[in-house]
């Protein structure tokens, strides 16, 4: 939950910062480190969706100039 506690201590979910670095918490997921046990969902669609979503959010980010 390191994005959300991001997000909620700048206030502003197009904060490039916690945005990159969900992605790269995202990149460490995809390359094997493991969800939780019982996890039943498609891993790997799960992490597509939420990678093209936060890269708009990182572009709006930048657009708009919020660090």
Same mark, same amino acid.
């Given at each position: 939950?390191?994005?959300?506690?991001?997000? +909620?201590?700048?206030?502003?979910?197009?904060?490039?910062?916690?945005?990159?670095?969900? +992605?790269?918490?995202?990149?460490? +997921?995809?390359?094997?480190?493991?969800?939780?046990?019982?996890?039943?969902?498609?891993?790997?669609?799960?992490?597509?969706?939420?990678?093209?979503?936060?890269?708009?959010?990182?572009?709006?980010g930048r657009v708009l100039h919020k660090p």
């Amino acid at each position: 939950m390191h994005h959300d506690n991001c997000v +909620l201590v700048k206030n502003d979910y197009l904060s490039t910062e916690c945005n990159e670095g969900l +992605l790269e918490c995202l990149a460490e +997921l995809r390359a094997g480190t493991g969800t939780f046990e019982g996890n039943k969902c498609m891993i790997d669609e799960v992490i597509d969706v939420i990678t093209v979503v936060i890269e708009a959010a990182v572009v709006a980010g930048r657009v708009l100039h919020k660090p």
